[in-house]
T-cell receptor
Framework: NAGVMQNPRHLVRRRGQEARLRCSPM?????VYWYRQLPEEGLKFMVY????????ESGMPKERFSAEFPKEGPSILRIQQVVRGDSAAYFC????????????FGQGTRLTVV | AQSVAQPEDQVNVAEGNPLTVKCTYS??????LFWYVQYPNRGLQFLLK??????LVKGSYGFEAEFNKSQTSFHLKKPSALVSDSALYFC?????????????FGQGTELSVKP
């Protein structure tokens, strides 16, 4: 059973470009979470999705950021018109359900905006 | 609102000595508590969790954690530290009443184990 797969591992974008980060959850997991980690900081929650639904996007910036988890295919975190402050590590996690189960994390995508 | 605090940014321990990484939490309902470890340039790895039952929880790599409801704490412990335990440790909470289901993380504690 493959773990949570994120790609690309490293992504370099120029200011103003779009960044697309992909996350394939573990098999059988229908809950996906995205987190952002800035250097020397902890993990900040961004968005929680189930298949075809956004459950909680309270941590998502109101502009330029969007996320989806379609019925088929990976979850996508999309950042439009990137700025230098978007440079960070973005982690995806998945779990089979809510409640008392742990979430499993991918290796992350390190976004660098130049 | 639920929250987690890790009061120490860094913990330094000599190899072979016991280690403790502190965590306190605040939730409105029953807490589900987790510890994760992050090695450089890697994702988070699950160590252990407290759901209910015995207050002392055993996890991976010889780690354990003690749940204390009256002190709202969930400290991570290991009887004898290894140099390879050096990493960033995160405590997290999931509130049973939080329908969102997301994990809320502390800011992390850097553990350094010296030979």
């Amino acid at each position: 059973n493959a773990g949570v797969m994120q790609n690309p591992r490293h992504l370099v974008r120029r200011r103003g470009q779009e960044a697309r980060l992909r996350c394939s959850p573990m098999k059988g997991h229908s809950h996906v979470y995205w987190y952002r980690q800035l250097p020397e900081e902890g993990l900040k929650f961004m968005v929680y999705l189930q298949k075809e639904n956004i459950i909680d996007e309270s941590g998502m910036p109101k502009e330029r950021f969007s996320a989806e988890f379609p019925k088929e295919g990976p979850s996508i975190l999309r950042i439009q018109q990137v700025v230098r402050g978007d440079s960070a590590a973005y982690f995806c996690a998945s779990s089979p359900r809510q409640g008392n189960t742990e979430a499993f994390f991918g290796q992350g995508t390190r976004l660098t905006v130049v | 609102a639920q929250s987690v605090a890790q009061p120490e940014d860094q913990v330094n321990v000599a190899e072979g000595n016991p280690l403790t990484v502190k965590c306190t939490y605040s939730v409105s309902g029953n807490p589900y508590l987790f510890w994760y470890v992050q090695y450089p340039n890697r994702g988070l790895q699950f160590l252990l969790k407290y759901i209910t039952g015995d207050n002392l929880v055993k996890g991976s790599y010889g780690f354990e954690a003690e749940f204390n409801k009256s002190q709202t704490s969930f400290h991570l412990k290991k009887p004898s530290a290894l140099v390879s335990d050096s990493a960033l440790y995160f405590c997290a909470v999931r509130d049973e009443d939080n329908q969102g289901g997301k994990l809320i993380f502390g800011q992390g504690t850097e553990l350094s184990v010296k030979p």
